[in-house]
């Protein structure tokens, strides 16, 4: 898959039948600079505005952050407010956790039901 940021954007917003112009007014931007994006003469827009491209598009926001290599802002927003959190994505790194580690975390965290949510629930 080498498609790029700018022609996975044009495909999708073609593929939503939403003209370029109609796009730029929704997030707004200019029709210009959606182009540039479009055609990759400038780099994958700001994580906001990546967040209001995929809502008007009607697409899960993940996958066009992931084609940018941008970070989910609520993501960003919550790593920020927990320093542990942080931390532990310093050590998965420098451990180079992969796919199957992270699968085996979420398994292990739902099994402990980890988390306020499901503590909340147990009561």
């Given at each position: 898959m080498n498609d790029t940021f700018g022609k996975k954007l044009r495909d999708?917003?073609?593929n939503a039948d939403i003209g370029l112009r109609e796009l730029a007014r929704l997030i707004n931007k200019s029709p210009g600079?959606?182009?540039?994006?479009e055609h990759d003469h400038v780099p994958p827009p700001s994580e906001d505005v990546i967040?209001?491209?995929a809502a008007a598009l009607g697409v899960d926001k993940k996958d066009l952050l992931?084609?940018?290599k941008k970070m989910d802002p609520e993501i960003?927003?919550?790593v920020a407010r927990e320093?542990?959190?942080a931390d532990?994505?310093?050590m998965a790194r420098d451990k180079h956790f992969d796919s199957e580690d992270w699968e085996t975390?979420?398994?292990l965290a739902q099994a402990a039901k980890l988390g306020q949510a499901d503590k909340i629930r147990k009561k």
């Open positions: 999708l917003r073609v600079y959606l182009s540039d994006v967040v209001k491209i992931a084609m940018a960003s927003n919550y320093p542990e959190a532990f994505l310093r975390l979420t398994n």
